[in-house]
């Protein structure tokens, strides 16, 4: 490959650290947030331009999956794990697959993370 693109814990060729291609693919998250939260809950309508933008749509998968990790580290205890966070993430990801997550979870706060 041309060095840049790696695989990534989604399962897609992304980006390494610090590349001009990582750098454009993070300038892309703002702007799929302010797409999630005014998407009026419509996801084949969110995923069809996300996935129109493939920096976009990588930027994304590697957000949420690094998301995922940090919080699953930072969350001490098993049980707080298996009852608590695991329990949110299944959800979210089963609203992802279905295609209802822009329907199922409000998203209006998204670009306070930010």
């Not at 980006?15 to 797409?35: G, N």
């Amino acid at each position: 490959g041309n060095g840049i693109a790696t695989r990534s814990v989604c399962g897609r060729s992304c980006f390494r650290p610090y590349t001009v291609a990582s750098l454009l693919a993070c300038s892309k998250l703002p702007i799929a947030l302010d797409m999630a939260k005014d998407s009026n809950c419509k996801d084949r309508e969110l995923r069809k331009r996300l996935e129109a933008d493939s920096y976009m749509d990588c930027a994304v998968r590697e957000c949420y999956a690094s998301f995922k990790n940090i919080i699953k580290y930072l969350v001490e205890g098993e049980q707080e794990k298996k009852l608590g966070i695991n329990i949110i993430f299944d959800e979210v990801d089963s609203c992802i697959e279905d295609g209802k997550l822009i329907s199922d979870v409000n998203m209006r706060a998204l670009p306070a993370l930010l």
